[in-house]
């Protein structure tokens, strides 16, 4: 896909593969080595190689297992078969006395058939190249685990177990189908099956011997692909083995999976009873499963997520219901290859079912009837637990609720909340008080409130400050809407004040709360308080979902200059600038955390409380988080820098450090004095990859940066908890002094400024060179995004939301704007704006002002540049065609060079169009460091022109 990766939508629609270059030499490769591996297969593969192999083994195996005193026992062969079938016989019948005699001798058969079985199953060749096989892809896989931006991070044993669990599944599964198939077919394929199943064993024996035997195979697999994960511990210089995730992840999650597969297979195999057909529904099974999501059939058996810091926390009982669930299912199926096992001759369908019903006795009854009861149960409790009905509601919100979204509503000026966790039981309990007031040139006559958790809340009280009337209470989409009796003037306040809580009760099939839990509970407020705006974001996103229930596509932004959309921003649509104050209580050895500064700290009942109040006025948006952290404290000027972190995860704290330090100073000598005297990183679990900006806190993934594994010395290494946190830094400025609208360009204002400030602050440490190793993670990944726009692609000042365009192609295009016009002139353009619109709106400023402040700066012949970064999409095709070094006296060399350029403007849908050059880009030569040694802008005006340079050293 390298040929297609950058198409667009309208490319993949008009153009052909083109079958040459890297696709042509790629296909060529493998179609030489497939040709070359079937040729060897070819010479190697006997037809009789199987059964031979094994037949000369197993010649003497069986007969050595069976005890002999068992084997003379003579055979009561039915009357009504004809004396030729050695058929059996239902032992239990008929030889159950006479067996539970024996009953010493059944105890030592049954450990004897299964090692027998096992042994006959791993000892041989196919086996090990299989296992072989696995483990060398795993390892290979192993170089790249957890890559972000081409860095590592360390081995911890997560992402080991994942490795090894992920890498090796496929194997593992090809492994028991295969033998599964062996297994059943063993006694036939060597024509043993006539003597062994005239033996007077129950034929439950070789049943469970077999199914024993092979769920050995994976359980003992599970031992070597734990030593292999520690064994790529170890060669990566990393000690911190923790067996019990080992254990609980291979044992106690992977290892009941494989089991169950292989009661599966067994039974698949004993039901089909023709060896060919037995795997060939087992493939089917397994394509089945692959387009289950497809066809709507998601099976959601095994989505755990763990974490450092909360281990499997509440998706473990989720996990042990399905485990029994499946459990009770794969008892159901061995009942069913128990009745159908084939023993003797009889393969006839009439025959087997006849079989099967003289082998329903009471105890195979018994057994069946409680796996059956378990099974109805526990896919009830299950069911009970799960529900889909999120879509509806959102379809319903839409439909029944927009029409009110034009009413004035009241806005929120100040917040005081009472927030009590209780991570154990996963519950949230909030009071709160809103200040509200009449921002609106009108009366507001209706409060209309959305509750995002909908039936998942429970409101314990809700008053409005003034008299009013409750005239929907929707609990089911959670909406509640009051008339108020009189209207309140413009300018008028009031207050809302309510007791809410949610807590979860089982589990869902999407997965677990992870909001509150055990360890690293993340709230977000959003989420859970109650909005005085109808929320646009709780609207189905894709066409196609909206189709389903009947509502028209829709647009993802309001325009640019939309009246409406400049009133509000993004971050808060219920409020502009509020006071803050918040109590967050948790469990006695944890620490919870809101923004705003820590008045008071006690200890009460056995629970931890903490006082947090802002003395300056922030957009209403915040969250709530709460764990067992340690904490790493340092300071930059008046700042109090602190890191909440796991234990163990100490590795990037310096590093995150030192960006703080570097944001606070590049961007308060930039765009302004920082606007708290506390900056505070907050690690939650890696159930969310990513990091955010609330006012002074920054809640920050543990994947994201805190078990990356920057090498100083790697030039490839992009320290990305470095970046990460300086984006997120860039944010206080970026979001919380300066907010746009929410219209078109909104996210450009927060996710393009922020990633502006990080740039800046990144390149004085890393230096141009691998700053353009970054930009072209940052070049690719746009290319990539375009090519899987679903919508339409924007141009940056009018992008909606659109990741590929406000960071990435963001970062390019304020990057090459620094280098065209200068940062300081740049910096002072930004920092006009930000001057203008910091802590101010509404209405709220958009793309237009901020375009105007740079083309202040911007001289006349490069004002080209800010059209074509920020108006519309503009692909270049630039390159060096060739280049030519001749030495000089004194060392030096004469450089000539050929380049070619080309410049397309792209439509939303991607088609692009060539126009003509007349652009000023950089040519020049760089050594073998990448370090330029002569850089020049020039004019570039046809396709293919020639440079020469003189350069002091060689060039690379
Ligand atoms: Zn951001």
Redesign the pocket.
């Known amino acids: 896909s390298i040929l297609t990766e950058y198409w667009t939508v309208a490319e993949r629609n008009a153009r052909l593969l083109p079958f040459e270059g890297v696709l042509l030499w790629n296909r060529v490769l493998w179609m030489g080595v497939a040709l070359l591996l079937s040729g060897f297969c070819v010479w190697r593969f006997s037809f009789s190689a199987f059964a031979s192999e094994r037949a000369t083994k197993a010649d003497k195996d069986p007969v050595r297992a069976e005890p002999t005193p068992v084997r003379t026992e003579p055979v009561e062969v039915p009357a009504r078969n004809t004396p030729v079938r050695t058929e059996l016989v239902e032992v239990p019948a008929r030889v159950g006395p006479r067996l539970r005699q024996a009953q010493p001798e059944r105890n030592v058969i049954l450990p004897h058939l299964i090692w027998l079985n096992f042994r006959e199953t791993t000892k041989n060749i196919y086996f090990g190249v299989l296992v072989l096989a696995g483990l060398l892809f795993m390892i290979f896989a192993s170089t790249t685990v957890g890559d972000v931006f081409g860095t590592s991070t360390w081995p911890v044993t997560f992402q080991m177990v994942e490795l090894v669990s992920g890498s090796f599944s496929l194997f593992m599964i090809v492994i028991i189908t295969f033998y599964a198939g062996e297994l059943v077919w063993r006694e036939r394929e060597q024509r043993l099956d006539q003597i062994v199943d005239a033996l007077p064993t129950p034929t439950w024996l070789p049943l469970v011997a077999k199914l024993v035997a092979l769920m050995l195979v994976p359980a003992v697999l599970e031992i070597v692909l734990m030593a292999t994960g520690i064994g790529i511990q170890l060669s990566k210089g990393y000690t911190r083995f923790e067996i019990p995730v080992y254990l609980q992840a291979l044992f106690g999650i992977d290892f009941v999976q494989y089991a169950l597969f292989c009661a599966l297979a067994i039974t698949v195999h004993s039901v089909v009873n023709h060896k060919y057909l037995g795997h060939f529904a087992m493939i089917v099974y397994f394509v089945v499963l692959g387009f289950a999501g497809q066809l709507g059939l998601e099976h959601h058996l095994y989505p755990t997520v763990y974490s450092d810091m909360n281990w499997w926390g509440h998706f473990m009982p989720r996990l042990r219901s399905f485990q029994m669930y499946w459990t009770a299912a794969s008892m159901l199926m061995l009942v069913a290859a128990h009745l159908l096992w084939t023993r003797g001759t009889s393969s006839g369908g009439r025959e087997r079912i006849r079989l099967a019903r003289a082998r329903l006795n009471g105890a195979t009854l018994a057994f069946a009837g409680a796996s059956f009861v378990a099974f109805v149960a526990l896919g009830g409790f299950i069911f009970y637990n799960t529900n889909i009905l999120n879509q509806r509601r959102q379809a319903d919100y839409e439909k029944k609720y927009k029409p009110s979204a034009a009413q004035p509503q009241m806005k929120i000026t100040g917040v005081t909340l009472d927030v009590a966790l209780y991570p154990a039981d996963q519950r949230v309990r909030v009071r709160g008080r809103y200040t509200l007031q009449n921002k609106n040139a009108v009366p507001v006559s209706t409060i209309n409130l959305t509750f995002l958790q909908g039936p998942k809340l429970d409101i314990h009280e809700l008053a409005i400050g003034v008299p009013n009337r409750l005239i929907e209470d929707d609990k089911g989409i959670g909406v509640r809407r009051y008339e108020l009796d009189e209207p309140l003037a413009p300018g008028a306040t009031t207050s809302l004040s309510f007791d809410i809580e949610q807590a979860t009760h089982g589990f869902t099939n999407e997965g677990s709360n992870t909001a509150v839990v055990f360890n690293g509970s993340f709230v977000n407020a959003v989420a859970l308080l109650p909005s005085l705006a109808y929320l646009e974001r709780a609207e189905l996103e894709r066409d196609q979902d909206r189709r389903k229930f009947g509502l028209a596509p829709k647009e993802r932004k309001r325009d640019r200059d939309d009246v409406r959309g400049l009133q509000i921003n993004p971050l808060s649509p219920d409020a502009d600038w509020i006071g803050f104050d918040a109590t967050v209580s948790t469990e006695a050895d944890q620490i919870a955390i809101a923004p705003g500064y820590l008045q008071r700290e006690w200890t009460e009942a056995g629970r931890h409380y903490f006082h947090y109040k802002m003395d300056a006025p922030i957009l209403n948006f915040y969250a709530f988080q709460s764990a067992r952290y340690a904490v790493r404290k340092d300071r930059w000027n008046d700042v109090a820098i602190e890191v909440y972190y796991q234990p163990g995860h100490e590795y990037n704290l310096a590093s995150m450090i030192e960006s703080v330090k570097a944001s606070l100073a590049y961007d308060s000598r930039n765009f302004g004095a920082y606007q708290y005297r506390q900056f505070r990183i907050v690690e939650f679990p890696r159930y969310e990859v990513f990091a955010q900006?609330f006012p002074n806190t920054i809640p920050y993934s543990e994947l994201i940066g805190f078990i990356a594994r920057v090498r100083p010395d790697d030039e490839n290494d992009i320290d990305y908890p470095y970046y990460v946190t300086a984006?997120?830094a860039g944010?206080q400025w970026w979001g919380h002094q300066v907010v746009g609208a929410d219209v078109q360009g909104g996210s450009m204002l927060?996710?393009t400024m922020?990633q502006y400030s990080a740039l800046m602050v990144m390149k004085r440490k890393v230096g141009e060179a691998k700053m353009r190793k970054f930009l072209a993670y940052e070049l690719d990944r746009y290319l990539t995004g375009r090519a899987f726009e679903q919508k339409k692609e924007l141009p940056l000042s009018r992008v909606e939301d659109q990741p590929y365009i406000h960071y990435r192609k963001g970062s390019l295009v304020m990057y090459a704007l620094a280098d065209y016009i200068g940062e300081d002139k740049l910096n002072q353009a930004v920092r006009k704006f930000r001057d203008a619109n910091a802590f101010k709106g509404p209405p709220y400023p958009n793309t237009t002002q901020f375009i105007a402040a740079l083309r202040e700066v911007t001289p006349p012949e490069l004002q080209y540049v800010i059209h074509d970064m920020f108006e519309r999409i503009v692909i270049y095709d630039n390159r060096a065609v060739s280049a030519t070094a001749k030495p000089l006296t004194g060392g030096r060399y004469q450089v000539d060079l050929k380049v070619f350029a080309k410049k397309r403007v792209a439509d939303e849908l991607g088609r692009e169009k060539d126009v003509a050059l007349a652009d000023l880009i950089d040519v020049g030569v760089l050594d073998d460091k990448g370090e330029p040694l002569v850089i020049e802008r020039r004019k570039i005006d046809r396709e293919e022109m020639s440079f020469s340079f003189v350069v002091d050293r060689k060039p690379v």
């Open positions: 900006s984006h997120e944010h927060i996710e922020a």
